[in-house]
């Protein structure tokens, strides 16, 4: 079953707009990590952001931010003034203790910056 | 200090053969992982161990072996190539523990023709 779910192949932003990247995710277990994952043209895979199911507040890190919303099981990323650098694929993951700690990935957003 | 090395980084067999992908880690932690990554499906859980001599099957076992006799080491077999078995290999990593990110290798390109 499907426990991560990136409904947005691409995105196209103008530069130093916002944009929010949507991840929704199913689990039945109270315990698990959200996390956000880069990975530029050059491949590697580069860790953004996370956030943990009891935390009351949203994740920030640097222009990211994790827009955590529970009841909805949502945890869509939000970057702040969108530089050129920032195209790259974008990738929601889901952490499950009860599961030994294995991640779940979704497939995928692909966001272009445009000058 | 690398912190995780992948090799080789890229690799072209043919089918049937025999090809270990190699993961080396120089952080002691306690988990390591094994992805693949395929257009569409994001990154697939292959096998994933929580301590030396310790592994399990993730989504998509079939057709790999893993062994992990070191801490330090997680090399992932495929007994027989296949076509299908095409993609980017990812090793990565996790400290102990309910928290904590993913480290990721930077990859391993395999082609099987």
């Known amino acids: 079953a499907q426990k991560i779910t990136q409904t947005q192949p691409g995105m196209f932003v103008q530069e130093k707009e916002a944009v929010t990247l949507d991840c929704t995710y199913d689990?039945?277990?109270?315990?698990?990590?959200l996390f956000w994952y880069k990975q530029p043209s050059s491949g590697e895979m580069i860790f953004l952001i996370y956030q943990g199911s009891y935390d009351q507040q949203n994740a920030t890190e640097g222009r990211y931010s994790l827009n955590f919303q529970k009841a909805r099981k949502s945890a869509n990323l939000v970057i702040s003034a969108s530089q050129l650098g920032d195209s790259a694929m974008y990738f929601c993951?889901?952490?499950?203790?009860?599961?030994?700690?294995?991640?779940?990935f979704g497939t995928g957003t692909s966001l272009t910056v445009i000058p | 200090d690398a912190g995780i090395t992948q090799s080789p980084r890229y690799k072209i067999t043919e089918t049937g053969r025999q090809v270990t992908l190699m993961c080396h880690q120089t952080w002691s932690h306690s988990y390591m992982f094994w992805y693949r990554q395929d257009l569409g499906h994001g990154l697939r859980l292959i096998y994933y161990?929580?301590?030396?001599?310790?592994?399990d099957k993730g989504e998509v076992p079939d057709g790999y072996v893993v062994s992990r006799s070191k801490t330090e080491n997680f090399p992932l077999t495929l007994e027989s190539a296949t076509r299908s078995q095409t993609s980017v290999y990812f090793c990565?990593?996790?400290?102990?523990?309910?928290?904590?990110?993913?480290?990721f290798g930077e990859g391993s390109r395999l082609t099987v023709l």
């Open positions: 161990s929580a301590a030396a001599d310790i592994t």
């Open positions: 689990t039945s277990d109270p315990s698990y990590g």
């Open positions: 990565a990593t996790k400290l102990a523990g309910d928290t904590g990110e993913l480290f």
């Open positions: 993951a889901m952490s499950l203790v009860n599961t030994g700690n294995q991640f779940y």
